[in-house]
């Protein structure tokens, strides 16, 4: 059991690139959620999906698309990438539910994103 | 929408000691969840300990305990024994149960130092 997974772990951009992230859960969770990491900032939501074939916008939206082709995988997508993307970016998921073991997000090891 | 504030910044304890770790936050929700995730230098974000609101019992998870104070909104780690690999950046969370999406809002980290 992989658990939740991300590709890649590193990347360097240059302004104005395109790219997209990856990520990727065996646990058969509806729920996936990217955010972003910042000094000082915490975690903040990029977009989420409640289901295959769905996506919804988290509190920092702009500059990001996502799609959720298949349940167990969700991208996240840069299509002109900014200094100002320059962060570590997590991927976590969640199962349908709220009882021990299943209220829970599961988070994927991070990918560092230098936007030059 | 909901917030959350942990106030301090930085601390520091001597190994086998006793630290609290503060954190307030705010909702109009009925049905909620708190958490408090740890985040090593590997930057991996481990689950350390959950709490449901409707429960007056605060969690414990081995040296791990929360107190939590429903009417002040209040919802403070105690990690007794501390240990070096206690060493992480801890970030408060709270979850919105009550609607369809359970999002994750994430106060902004206590980095904590253990001593030896």
């Known amino acids: 059991n992989a658990g939740v997974t991300q590709t890649p772990k590193f990347r360097v951009l240059k302004t104005g690139q395109s790219m997209t992230l990856l990520c990727a859960q065996d646990m058969n969770h509806e729920y996936m959620y990217w955010y972003r990491q910042d000094p000082g900032m915490g975690l903040r939501l990029i977009h989420y999906?409640?289901?295959?074939?769905?996506?919804a916008k988290g509190e920092v939206p702009d500059g990001y698309n996502v799609s959720r082709l298949k349940k167990q995988n969700f991208l996240l997508g840069l299509e002109s990438a900014a200094p100002s993307q320059t962060s570590v970016y997590f991927c976590a998921s969640r199962s349908r539910g709220t009882g021990v073991g299943t209220d829970t997000q599961y988070f994927g090891p991070g990918t560092r994103l230098t936007v030059l | 929408a909901q917030t959350v504030t942990q106030s301090q910044p930085e601390m520091s304890v001597q190994e086998a000691e006793t630290v609290t770790l503060s954190c307030t936050y705010d909702?109009?929700?009925?049905?909620?969840?708190l958490f408090w995730y740890k985040q090593p230098p590997s930057r991996q974000m481990i689950l350390v300990i959950r709490?449901?609101?409707?429960?007056?019992q605060n969690a414990t998870e081995n040296r791990f305990s929360v107190n939590f104070q429903k009417a002040a909104k209040s919802f403070s780690l105690k990690i007794s024994d501390s240990q070096l690999g206690d060493t992480a950046m801890y970030f408060c969370?709270?979850?919105?149960?009550?609607?369809?999406?359970?999002?994750?809002?994430f106060g902004k980290g206590t980095l904590l130092t253990v001593n030896p």
């Open positions: 909702t109009s929700e009925n049905n909620y969840y």
């Open positions: 969370a709270a979850e919105n149960s009550g609607g369809s999406n359970y999002k994750l809002t």
């Open positions: 709490q449901e609101a409707y429960k007056q």
């Open positions: 999906s409640v289901g295959e074939g769905t996506t």
